[in-house]
């Protein structure tokens, strides 16, 4: 039987897992970054590999065949580390990638860095931050207030002087989105273009009150990996490995 390593902390990983557990060997692997997140069916494993040879080595010692990359689109590094290692050990590697959001009228920019320069550029004064834990340190100098929004709480020193943390998960609804946006008079949503329909609502309810986005574009896969959209095609593409 073909033994696969899910990389997930995603809805899609786990509904991947749903899918193909107890009928597939498979692992799943969440990088342990959220304290009690949400676990998938089927064995697990949580915490970082140790790098590229980490994950080599692991990889080797529990004897996988074949990488479901189902992280984060944000998750960069570590799908940078799958498909290297893959690579070298010719172990089949698909990376599960969810369709992106249509920026729309969107300021589209690369990094968490630009995404605040463009909210000083703009002089947007109320900013519902959504772009995580880890995006919130570019925008500590900024003279403007946050409703940040994240699953855990980031770091204290790099939180913006004015600021109110909303500690939570999605889904989000849109009737819920609108009044958050209406209750803080919300002037920009900054947001990172992770897709899905987890936390979509948030877009559309910016777009009924006409308040202007700034979006952190993805970063680029590697290049020359097998991409599929959907857990179905995911679980297809496992079939096609038998």
């Known amino acids: 039987m073909t033994r696969l390593l899910l990389l997930g902390g995603t ?20 990088a342990g970054r959220v304290p009690d997140p949400a676990l998938p069916v089927g064995p697990v494993r949580i915490g970082g590999f140790g790098g590229v040879d980490g994950l080599r080595r692991w990889l080797v010692d ?17 799908t940078a580390h799958a498909a290297q290692v893959c690579s070298e050990l010719k172990k089949p590697y698909v990376v599960l990638a969810r369709p992106p959001w249509d920026p729309c009228d969107a300021i589209v920019v690369t990094s968490d860095t630009q995404a605040a320069e463009a909210v000083a550029r703009q002089q947007f004064q109320r900013i519902f931050l959504t772009t995580g834990r880890s995006g919130v340190a570019a925008f500590a100098g900024s003279p403007a207030w946050f409703l940040i929004r994240a699953v855990t709480a980031p ?25 958050l946006l209406r209750q803080h008079h919300i002037d920009a949503l900054v947001t990172k273009n992770s897709g899905g329909d987890m936390t979509r609502a948030k877009l559309n309810a910016a777009a009924a009150l006409d ?3 700034v979006m952190v574009a993805r970063p680029p896969l590697p290049a020359g990996v097998t991409t599929v959209s959907t857990v179905a095609q995911a679980a297809a593409w496992v079939d096609g490995l038998s």
């Open 155 to 179: 770091d204290d020193t790099v939180l913006p002087r004015r600021h109110q943390l909303v500690l939570s998960r999605g889904p989000y609804h849109y009737d819920d989105e609108v009044q």
């Open 11 to 30: 809805a899609e990983g786990r509904a991947l897992a749903a899918r193909l557990h107890p009928h597939v060997d498979i692992v799943s692997s969440l």
């Open 211 to 213: 308040v202007p986005v």
């Open 62 to 78: 529990e004897h996988i065949d074949a990488v479901i990359d189902a992280t984060h689109p944000f998750a960069a590094t570590m």
